[in-house]
């Protein structure tokens, strides 16, 4: 929203193709990162933020 509202996208000027193209591109962008992340680390960013901040220990992901 903050992009779109950068870009002065939020005042009704967009036609129905660029809506589309930007809900695209940042359902792409969002799954690309969300599949890094997977691969890399066993939990998501919040909840390794709430096992720090309880202290329960983490497992690693098993393959």
Do not use: N, Y
Not at 27 to 48: C, D, K, M, N, Y
């Amino acid at each position: 929203m903050g992009t779109l509202e950068a870009l002065a996208l939020l005042d009704g000027s967009a036609d129905l193709i660029q809506v589309a193209l930007c809900a695209s591109l940042f359902l792409f962008a969002v799954t690309l990162a969300a599949s890094i992340w997977a691969t890399r680390w066993a939990h998501g960013p919040v909840e390794a933020m709430m096992r720090r901040i309880t202290a329960i220990p983490s497992r690693k992901k098993s393959s």
